[in-house]
């Protein structure tokens, strides 16, 4: 039989994808001889951080919960189809843990885990457990969280902080981080992100800012993320307002973008806070705008109540957005004493190493 391995189930953003990555770099440093396995959807994104970072991965089939009858059948298929998948695969693993970090690829996993009664260890990620969250938590024999759940204040055992890659955090200084990003090294630099997926309304509104309020961006350049096919229009942008920018798509060593950075504009999923806080960038955050309960701004809420953060809503619309959204960049883009205060305040944060924690507890279950 092959030796006892662990399973780490999640998948279908970066979020979801990079926690996970984390803890299982801690894995290798703390059990190296304990065989990993990620159980992922089948989305490209999963695959192509999972390859770069050099971890097996299993795609399981599984769709989101819908209650809309063409939906839910679709989610019925293959939920079954992802439980035989799971099944054979923690069987042919021979898995003794499941960390489960979220997102609907989890729910098939965790019903073969449990089938085969393989400990279920459950890492919440966001300030809101969605539903496949609340689900696995009822089958589950651990419950941590990265952070607070006012919702569900009862939710998890333990708040342990975001499991945080290695890669995420910055090790060399500002001017080195800029340098390999093809930044130039003397002037400020404002890091616009949507996270993996990249954020249509966010470059929207840098284009708006970049026709209307160019004079905001005076000593300033920028490095930012535009995820899918928004590259050419962007760089067209900044080239034309006369802004120093390099535009990608898609960055792996994320680390360098935070260090470089002396303001950012993000998505307040909890992967991007957590990242945001470990780099002390002061961040102004745009929750994802098509969640209806806005559930991001849960992730962001306890820096801004500390005034370590600023969080607006995005509006999507451009000019919408540009008298909230993007003054509240403006000002902090100016303010540089605010600014400084704030990125004081995050360094004074006490640090902890959560994937750490979830590895070597992890670790101890399968090791008896």
């Known amino acids: 039989m092959s030796a006892s391995s662990i399973i780490l189930a999640g998948g279908g953003t970066g979020g979801h994808i990079a926690p996970g990555i984390a803890i299982a770099e801690r894995l290798r440093e703390v059990a190296p001889s304990i065989p990993l396995c990620f159980a992922c959807s089948s989305r490209p994104i999963d695959r192509m951080m999972l390859d770069s970072a050099g971890y097996h991965a299993e795609p399981i089939p599984a769709e989101g919960f819908s209650p809309r009858p063409v939906r839910l059948l679709r989610f019925a298929r293959a939920f079954l189809a992802g439980r035989r998948v799971a099944h054979e695969l923690l069987r042919a693993q021979n898995a003794r843990c499941v960390i489960a970090l979220g997102g609907f690829v989890t729910a098939p996993v965790v019903h073969a885990a449990n089938a ?126 006369g802004v120093f920018a390099v535009v990608d798509s898609f960055l792996e060593r994320i680390g360098l973008a935070w260090g ?13 806070v957590a990242e945001a806080v470990a780099n002390a960038v002061p961040t102004v955050f ?8 806005q559930h991001q701004r849960a992730n962001a809420q306890p820096f801004v109540d500390a005034q370590l953060a600023r969080c607006e809503q995005d509006h999507i619309d451009a000019a919408l957005n540009l008298p909230s959204l993007g003054q509240a960049l403006a000002e902090l883009m100016h303010d540089h004493a605010l600014r400084e205060g704030m990125r004081a305040g995050l360094r004074a944060r006490p640090s902890v190493d959560a994937a750490l924690e979830v590895a070597t507890t992890a670790a101890a279950i399968v090791t008896g």
């Open 286 to 293: 745009a929750p994802y705008p098509w969640h209806h309960d």
């Open 116 to 241: 085969l009664k393989v400990p279920v260890f459950l890492v919440n990620l966001d300030a809101t457990p969605g539903k496949a969250n609340r689900w696995v938590a009822k089958r589950a024999q651990r419950i941590w969280t990265a952070c607070e759940t006012p919702a569900l204040p009862h939710f998890a055992t333990r708040v342990v902080g975001m499991p945080i890659r290695r890669i995420a955090i910055a090790t060399s200084g500002a001017s080195e981080c800029r340098a390999q990003l093809g930044l130039q090294t003397g002037l400020r630099t404002l890091f616009v992100t949507g996270a993996s997926q990249g954020a249509k309304s966010l470059n929207d509104l840098l284009q708006h800012m970049l026709r209307e309020r160019r004079g905001a961006f005076a000593g300033w350049q920028v490095y930012h993320l535009v995820g899918g096919g928004e590259r050419s229009a962007m760089e067209t942008a900044y080239r034309e307002a």
């Open 260 to 272: 470089a950075a002396d303001l950012a504009l993000s998505r307040a999923g909890a992967n991007s």
